[in-house]
């Protein structure tokens, strides 16, 4: 079975600093990954996706992440921090039917 | 707009009401799911339906009750609810159940039991 760690439930960052959000993952078979954002009281938005291919992916917002296959991470970063990046974040990895498994969501704060 | 739309925004209701939830989307995506979203827990997956067929029920209460009627509509009847039921109920839609894209989620509806 397919499963994701988010490693803190709460990171706070200074405006203009760097975000980092840490995500592993466990899987039996090559992953898709996904990070999605969750503004208040709001859905969830798909940030970026690693499907195949390059293994730095870029999404919207200024975000990145990082596939590492032999670290079963896919980090999130975001080289400067806005006030509008203050959200929930979750990180997502499907299994073999290709439902998406979520992890429990870290929550950014963004201080002046 | 994110192409899935969820109403209500928010509902009150009480223990022995009866409600429907409706979610809608004109993606063209084959798939759509019901989630609950509970405070400081994971995403729950509740119901996926593939072409109009539900294809898995995480055992949810039978007090839930999905409905997809054709491929742009999913609905959620209510019956019955608990407080403990109170939350954000999200729903999504993709391509097919086999979807390495991701899926498109609509703004949830916030359900409050008393």
């Known amino acids: 079975a397919q499963s994701v760690t988010q490693l803190g439930s709460h990171v706070s960052v200074s405006e203009g600093a760097l975000v980092l959000l840490r995500c592993n993952y466990s899987?039996?078979?090559?992953?898709?990954l996904f990070w999605y954002v969750q503004y208040p009281n709001q859905g969830l938005q798909l940030l970026l996706k690693y499907t195949t291919g390059a293994t730095l992916v870029k999404g919207i917002n200024g975000f990145e992440a990082e596939f590492k296959k032999s670290e079963t991470s896919f980090h999130l970063t975001k080289p400067s921090a806005h006030m509008s990046d203050a959200a929930e974040y979750f990180c997502a990895v499907t299994d073999s039917w290709g439902k998406l498994q979520f992890g429990a969501g870290t929550q950014v704060v963004v201080t002046p | 707009e994110t192409g899935v739309t969820q109403t209500p925004r928010h509902l009150v209701m009480g223990m022995t009401n009866k409600k429907s939830l409706k979610c809608e989307q004109h993606?063209?995506?084959?798939?759509m799911y019901w989630y609950k979203q509970s405070a400081k827990k994971p995403l729950e997956l509740m119901f996926v339906?593939?072409?109009?067929?539900?294809?898995e029920n995480n055992s949810v209460p039978s007090r839930f009750s999905p409905e997809c009627p054709n491929s742009s509509h999913l609905f959620l009847h209510l019956h019955t609810l608990q407080p403990e039921d109170s939350a954000l109920y999200l729903c999504a839609s993709s391509q097919d159940t086999v979807e390495a894209y991701g899926y498109t989620f609509g703004s949830g509806t916030r359900l409050t039991v008393v």
């Open positions: 993606l063209g995506h084959n798939a």
């Open positions: 339906y593939s072409l109009e067929e539900r294809v």
């Open positions: 899987s039996s078979v090559p992953p898709y």
